[in-house]
């Protein structure tokens, strides 16, 4: 496992067992396909997505802050074809990100080909009680993280004119829903800020993409009270991303049928958009 200390100045190494894997696999990391790092994937859906592509072959560094599930995670891909290589970080420490990236550069024989920014939390945000704090932890992690780790890549991805990020926002960020105020924001804003940044990175040969799921099954679903339509499981999830991502698609978005209809609803307008919502929802008018 390679570990990473904002507060020190040292480069981070492998540890015994995550040298001991590789080694396993032939000690040749020629036989990986490519260098992929995806954030948030110590369970749900980036743990998903890390499993699938090293399965795939890649050679892959998963970062989230939970260590031990990390560990637990590499374990199960003693048998696939690629290499995943735990890298625990927390990506509000903006110091600790630009090391992570320096780290996956230096210990790696690629360059990082393609990152899945996947990590977030969601947080409900009921009228009655709600608070600035939940939504300032909302963006540092959702927004702020994700930020931190665009700017922690682009250094390396702009020389060579090559490499992909692929931003994991939400069909929640569509347009606003009940109880979601601070999620629903965040959200939005990570939608405007990759549809900015494909226009701005275009030209320079760094591909973006957007990833827009609905609802997945994972442990901060599992806390959901409401009704969730269409939702499937992270593994199928992980499998429509990764043939996404091999298409030309700028939006990756599913279920089909959900996606469809939260694209319908933002194209509504409000007179319209607000009954529907609260009818959907089992949100009553104030008036009601």
């Known amino acids: 496992m390679f570990s990473v200390n904002a507060g020190q100045n040292n480069i981070p190494v492998a540890n015994e067992q995550s040298q001991s894997t590789t080694q396993s696999k032939g000690n040749n990391t020629m036989n990986v396909k490519k260098t992929i790092w995806i954030t948030g994937a110590s369970q749900g859906l980036g743990a998903a997505l890390a499993l699938e592509y090293t399965r795939q072959g890649y050679r892959v560094f998963a970062s989230a802050r939970n260590a031990t599930a990390l560990l637990e995670l590499e374990k199960k891909t003693a048998s696939y074809a690629g290499v995943l290589l735990p890298l625990p970080l927390d990506i509000t420490d903006i110091t600790a990100v630009a090391q992570a990236v320096a780290t996956i550069t230096q210990q790696g024989t690629q360059p990082i080909a393609k990152a899945i920014l996947n990590a977030g939390t969601h947080i409900s945000q009921p009228i009655k009680g709600y608070n600035s704090e939940d939504l300032r932890t909302l963006v540092e992690l959702n927004l702020m993280g994700t930020v931190y780790c665009i700017e922690a890549l682009l250094p390396f991805m702009l020389p060579r004119h090559s490499g992909m990020i692929a931003i994991v926002a939400s069909l929640a960020g569509y347009s606003g829903l009940p109880n979601a105020s601070g999620y629903g924001a965040t959200k939005a804003a990570l939608i405007n800020l990759a549809e900015s940044l494909k226009l701005d990175l275009e030209q320079e040969g760094v591909d973006i ?42 939006e990756i978005r599913f279920p089909t049928r959900f996606a469809s209809v939260m694209a319908l609803l933002k194209h509504l307008p409000y007179s319209l958009y607000f009954p529907l919502v609260r009818r959907l929802t089992g949100v009553k008018h104030e008036s009601q």
């Not at 997945?216 to 199928?236: E, G, H, R, V, Y």
């Open 209 to 250: 993409r957007l990833i827009n799921p609905g609802f997945i099954k994972t442990p901060l679903t599992d806390k959901n009270t409401f009704p969730m339509p269409s939702i499937i499981t992270a593994t199928q999830a992980a499998t429509i991303i990764a043939k996404g991502l091999e298409s030309k698609s700028f």
